[in-house]
C-alpha cells in the first residue's frame, strides 16, 4: 500500500472504514479494515485479492437479500446435471464465462434468470426440452424432480 495518497498526498493507513461496493444500479456497505487516505479524497486502497474479495462479499449480500440462488446452489444443480459451464450458458442463452462468474460469486445474475435456473432445476421437462432444442447430452443420470423445500 502507499504511504501517501496518490490522490492528494495525505497519509494513508489501515483502520476501520465502511467500503460502499457498487454492482450494477445497488451499492453495498461493507464495514471491514481497509487501506484508506486520512485526508479530503478519502480514497479506498487495496491489496491484492481484496477487492475481489470485497465485491463476492457484497454480491453475497445482494444474493441473499434479493433471495437468489447462491454461486454454490447454481454449482451444484450444473453438476447434477451432468452438464460444463459452457453448456450451461449454450442451454440459457448466456455469454460467454457468465456461468463461471456466477459460480465465482463475481457476478450476480437478474431475477429473471435465477427463475429460469429455479424452472429447469426443479421442472425436468423444462430443462429436457432446452437440451432437446440445443441438442445437448448430459453425463448424469436421467431428470428427476428434486425435492424443494419451501
Request: charged residues 25%; neutral net charge; glycine residues 8%.
Amino acid at each position: 500500500m502507499p504511504n501517501s495518497c496518490v490522490e492528494c498526498g495525505c497519509a494513508v493507513v489501515r483502520g476501520s472504514h465502511t467500503f460502499d461496493a457498487h454492482i450494477g444500479r445497488r451499492t453495498v456497505a461493507l464495514p471491514g479494515e481497509y487501506d484508506r487516505c486520512t485526508g479530503p479524497c478519502g480514497e479506498f486502497y487495496f491489496a491484492p485479492g481484496e477487492m475481489d474479495a470485497a465485491m463476492i462479499r457484497a454480491s453475497d449480500m445482494i444474493r441473499t437479500e434479493e433471495e437468489l440462488l447462491a454461486p454454490a446452489e447454481i454449482k451444484a444443480f450444473r453438476k447434477r446435471l451432468g452438464l460444463t459451464q459452457p453448456q450451461l450458458e449454450q442451454l440459457l442463452g448466456a455469454g460467454l464465462k457468465t456461468v463461471v462468474r456466477w459460480e465465482k460469486g463475481t457476478v450476480i445474475q437478474n431475477g429473471a434468470t435465477d427463475t429460469l435456473l429455479r424452472v429447469l432445476r426443479d421442472v425436468p421437462e423444462a430443462l429436457q426440452y432446452l437440451m432437446d432444442k440445443h441438442r445437448l447430452i448430459s453425463k448424469a443420470a436421467p431428470l428427476v424432480p428434486v425435492a424443494r423445500s419451501v
